[in-house]
């Protein structure tokens, strides 16, 4: 066989494999477009820029289950490749599927019910909330290197809520295989809210319990404890806050060094993994059930880049 | 002998028995935690409480007129953000106005003030000119609030307020706290207007008889607007207050603050038949919740069982008092 004819039978077959890629079109319905979600979307928006004849259709239903259920229908019946989905209510999932007829649907950042991710055509991204408590943990049990017993203050979030648990769970469990006994000194929940966990910290401040830690399952309240303790002349770089979420706050705070570190969700990479998973699925490659994207801790050292 | 001193006792215990469930349980919280009796723990449960105490005043005055105001705690969230937009420190890049020159301190606190008082007077206008029932007119304005808190702001917290704003709530007049002092003000404030003030008068007559009122000569439309607005004046002022406490505007601020400001009020003895309550009743309503609070939080009560404590002894503590009332009818 000649060099030339080689080649041609070389450009057929990419050709032949990149046709359906060439073709793709996905279909995204979003819960809403916060500050969060906007940049999943951008990131989505972006990585379809890596594939070369992918359009995508990107559609906010508005906090409306009813919308996002038309939206659905209208990729559907454009024949769109493959759908993203972010939920705005999980109970709806079953529908969603029924009414994407076989299209392949990848969930993102809202997690449904594990049973209606199949593997096939259906998958989840997204990132662990256990994941975010772990690494309060890991960063915990450095900076108590050495010690045996933490006594600790730990201010939840909405009890009964799956991040709560998660977290809460995720720095307990890390520290005990860690080797260090914790004790209680408070825990309770301030329901996410600065103010709460404000004048919890205050009040337990003026019993003089000694503590070695505040650990908090969000931002919100770890600047209301830090607000309590600072007025209260106690010292940050001794008794370590940390918080979830890595609002712009919190980084602020974390620069100044009132906040020794916060754990951050990664907007973009849950983007681009979901567009990623869903033209996978769409070509009828093999995906992952879960495409995990881990948090990330943010201290002192790399907050700069956050 | 024996039959002279019954009823005398009987009569302090119903006239005082909201005063006796606060001392029964200060004295149980001194026997059970060391902690409890401490003048620093003493004057945290009043910083704690002062901004919830500020709403059950206003809140206890449209209880005796017969009213009820759900929308405190949506004008509290709605005065954090528009107080914390305007006092953003000028080198935070997320400012809510990027624009805005340098303020004087007056300014956020007017401002929030005025949201507040104005809100509650629409409240007020509503009720008394459209004679919608105040449980719908206020429950619109719980919304509407927290809505425009939240459009304001896109539900993110607007931090980095300036120091000179923070000592509102942070600071100290004397031994006292600011914020402490605030709140005994505006007790002292709401007594005189309830008992030395024709407004006073007309809340109770209002509150007793609302016809008779009219007939009487009362301005009934006039006073029920004062009334709201001063409801939403108190609100304003926790608001504006805890915001500088808490050093950063919420849009969730004030959550459920009207339930509780409720509560305190008719622990307090206020009754929501209209006409019947004194703002020593409300001061101990507030003080029963917050050194509830206090103590489940020293004696480290479980999150979930805190929930049912305090809600048999809300109960208990109202069954307690009622019984002087019930005894009248």
Redesign the interface.
């Given at each position: 066989m000649g060099k030339w004819s080689r080649r041609a039978l070389v450009l057929v077959a990419v050709c032949l494999i990149a046709a359906p890629v060439f073709a793709q079109k996905i279909g995204v319905t979003l819960y809403d477009r916060?500050?969060f979600i906007s940049s999943l979307e951008q990131a989505i928006l972006d990585a379809g820029k890596a594939f070369p004849g992918v359009t995508i259709d990107s559609q906010d239903a508005k906090q409306d289950v009813n919308q996002q259920l038309t939206q659905v229908d209208v990729f559907v019946t454009k024949k769109y490749n493959a759908i993203i989905v972010n939920l705005i209510n999980t109970d709806t999932v079953e529908t969603i599927l029924e009414r994407a007829k076989g299209t392949p649907t990848v969930f993102v950042n809202r997690r449904p019910r594990d049973a209606v991710i199949d593997g096939v055509k259906t998958a989840y991204v997204g990132s662990q909330e256990f994941d975010a408590g772990r690494m309060q943990g890991e960063f915990l049990a450095k900076f108590f290197q050495g010690k045996k017993e933490i006594r600790y203050v730990l201010f939840?979030g909405q009890?009964g809520l799956e991040n709560t648990n998660e977290r809460t769970r995720g720095v307990k469990e890390t520290l005990t295989k860690a080797g260090f006994t914790l004790t209680?000194v408070?825990?309770?929940?301030a329901?996410w809210?600065?103010?709460k966990a404000?004048?919890?910290m205050?009040?337990?401040l003026?019993?003089?319990?000694p503590f070695d830690v505040v650990i908090c399952n969000n931002d919100?309240m770890a600047?209301?404890a830090i607000?309590a303790m600072k007025?209260a002349g106690r010292d940050l770089k001794k008794v370590p806050v940390v918080g979830i979420d890595a609002?712009?706050?919190a980084k602020?705070a974390v620069k100044a060094g009132d906040m020794a570190m916060t754990v951050f969700q990664n907007a973009k990479a849950q983007g681009r993994v979901a567009l990623e998973i869903a033209l996978k699925a769409a070509k009828g490659q093999k995906i992952d059930k879960f495409g995990w994207v881990p948090f990330e801790p943010v201290t002192i050292d790399n907050v700069a880049k956050y | 002998m024996a039959t002279l001193q019954t009823p005398l006792v009987q009569k302090i215990v119903n006239r005082y028995a909201i005063f006796i469930v606060l001392g029964a349980m200060g004295a149980s919280l001194t026997l059970l935690s060391p902690?409890f009796l401490?003048p620093?723990?003493l004057?945290?449960?009043l910083?704690?409480e002062s901004g919830r105490g500020m709403l059950a005043l206003g809140v206890g005055v449209v209880i005796m007129s017969r009213g009820i105001d759900l929308s405190i705690g949506s004008i509290v969230s709605l005065t954090s953000v528009v107080a914390a937009s305007l006092i953003q420190q000028h080198d935070?890049s997320?400012r809510i106005f990027k624009d805005l020159p340098l303020l004087p301190v007056y300014v956020p606190v007017i401002a929030g003030l005025v949201t507040g008082t104005l809100v509650g007077m629409v409240n007020g206008w509503l009720i008394a000119y459209t004679a919608i029932p105040a449980f719908i007119a206020t429950l619109g304005f719980m919304i509407i609030a927290r809505g425009m808190a939240l459009m304001l702001t896109?539900?993110?917290?607007v931090?980095?307020l300036r120091p000179e704003f923070k000592i509102l709530g942070?600071g100290n007049f004397g031994p006292m706290p600011i914020i402490v002092c605030v709140f005994i003000f505006m007790v002292i404030v709401t007594w005189v207007l309830l008992n030395h003030t024709r407004f006073g008068k007309n809340v109770y007559f209002i509150g007793g008889n609302i016809n008779a009122a009219r007939v009487s000569g009362v301005r009934v439309e006039r006073n029920l607007i004062y009334i709201y607005a001063f409801s939403g004046f108190c609100a304003a002022l926790a608001g504006v207050l805890?915001t500088a406490?808490?050093?950063?505007g919420?849009a969730?601020?004030g959550?459920n603050y009207e339930l509780d400001a409720i509560a305190a009020a008719t622990i307090g003895g206020t009754s929501h038949t209209g006409g019947i309550g004194t703002v020593g009743g409300i001061v101990a309503g507030i003080l029963i919740l917050g050194i509830l609070n206090?103590g489940l939080?020293?004696l480290?009560v479980s999150?979930?069982l805190?929930q049912i404590v305090k809600g048999v002894i809300i109960v208990f503590a109202v069954v307690f008092d009622m019984r002087k009332n019930a005894r009248k009818v």
């Open positions: 916060d500050q939840m009890l209680k408070y825990e309770d929940t329901e809210d600065r103010f404000m004048n919890q205050q009040q337990l003026g019993t003089n319990r919100e600047l209301g607000e007025s609002t712009p706050p602020e | 902690d401490t620093g723990n004057i945290n449960v910083i704690a935070y997320a896109n539900a993110y917290p931090p980095m942070q805890i406490r808490a050093a950063s919420i969730t601020l959550n206090n939080l020293l480290g999150p979930y805190q």
